[in-house]
Nanobody, 122 residues
């Protein structure tokens, strides 16, 4: 039905930058909210940022000013530009699509990508 695929993760030094991408594919009619979450070892998954179809954004407090979320609605793709990265940003970053309307199906659905590892270390 719908698949999310993240890309752009990797190893970066403290203070560096990375740009994550997530493309949604399948029989998609529309996606209300796309976003990024992360999960560090031994911790719960937490919100990083979300963005609506109209461009309204929401950030976790610790990411404000360092991370920027953006979206290409025509491509069903969401991006996360991360800068001034810190070792505590090390985590698996997951893409999320919420309020997804699927062609031929009623209702709205939520999907997750498999995740991409981001490691911040010198």
């Amino acid at each position: 039905q719908v698949q999310l695929v993240e890309s752009g993760g990797g190893l970066v030094q403290p203070g560096g930058s990375l740009r994550l991408s997530c493309a949604a594919s399948g029989s998609i009619f529309s996606i209300n909210v796309m976003g990024w979450y992360r999960q560090a070892p031994g911790k719960q998954r937490e919100l990083v940022a979300t963005i609506t179809t109209g461009g309204s954004t929401n950030y976790a407090e610790s990411m404000k000013g360092r991370f920027t979320i953006s979206r290409d609605n025509a491509k069903n793709t969401v991006y996360l530009q991360m800068s001034s990265l810190k070792p505590e940003d090390t985590a698996v970053y997951y893409c999320n699509a919420n309020g997804v309307r699927v062609r031929g199906m009623g209702g709205q659905y939520r999907y997750w990508g498999p995740g991409t590892q981001v490691t911040v270390s010198s």
